[in-house]
């Protein structure tokens, strides 16, 4: 299991790159924009950029870890 500070190093120094990202329900994802990481008390990601199909969503990012859902 990746712990929630485990995925925000690997968001924190683009590990993610321009990988195929996809929801769960099969919309496809593209970070525009990584944004900065707020190490204290708040969201994890302020400045952030992705783009949802034709719909770009800029905003803060916060991470909560509640499990793998794995498709077919």
């Known amino acids: ?3 929630e500070d485990v995925l925000q ?12 990202l996809k929801t769960v329900s099969g919309h496809t994802i593209q970070i525009r924009k ?6 204290l008390q708040g969201p994890d990601f302020s400045g952030v950029q992705l783009q949802m199909d034709s719909l770009l969503f800029a905003g803060d990012v916060e991470f909560h870890w509640c499990g793998i859902v794995t498709g077919k």
């Open 1 to 3: 299991m990746i712990s």
């Open 9 to 20: 190093r690997f968001w924190d120094v683009n590990r993610l790159g321009n990988l195929p």
């Open 34 to 39: 990584y944004g900065l990481w707020n190490r």
